[in-house]
């Protein structure tokens, strides 16, 4: 599931904003309930530039629908009040601090064969020194 950025609606948020829905006691964030933002909008909230968020936010996200339909050169500041009014509800409801999220881990692989196809003495756990050798009889004589 690929993940978005809830202020641009870029791809791969780094930091997710607990929020309560409104009444809710303070600290009681269900996992579910949040924003999250990229590091260039998380940058731009910590700083409180919210002019330069919404500059971001339209360049990346709301250009494309701020044209009414019967209009194709009008702007519709319906757009620009709905984004407003989500951001002001985003500052009431903010729980706490941000909290960075973690990218999701690739398994690591082996770049080592199967152990099945590794020879007896090369298999791992084995100390170097320690190839079997055929055993032979010593003769005295």
Not at 37 to 57: D, F, M, Y
Not at 67 to 89: C, G, K, S
Not at 115 to 141: C, D, H, I, Q
Request: charged fraction near 25%; aromatic fraction near 8%; charge should be positive.
């Amino acid at each position: 599931m690929l993940r978005e950025c809830d202020f641009c609606a870029g791809v791969d948020p780094r930091w997710w904003y607990p929020t309560a829905p409104p009444g809710a006691p303070q600290g009681s964030s269900p996992p579910e309930q949040g924003w999250q933002a990229c590091q260039p909008c998380h940058e731009l909230i910590e700083a409180g530039l919210w002019t330069e968020l919404a500059a971001r936010a339209t360049t990346l996200t709301f250009s494309p629908h701020w044209h009414m339909a019967e209009d194709q050169d009008a702007y519709d500041p319906a757009v620009e009040r709905q984004r407003d009014d989500a951001w002001a509800r985003f500052r009431a409801d903010r729980q706490g601090p941000a909290v960075r999220l973690g990218r999701p881990r690739r398994p690591r692989r082996s770049l080592l064969p199967p152990r099945s196809l590794l020879p007896p003495w090369s298999r791992p756990g084995r100390s170097a020194g320690a190839r079997e050798a055929p055993s032979r009889a010593v003769s005295s004589g």
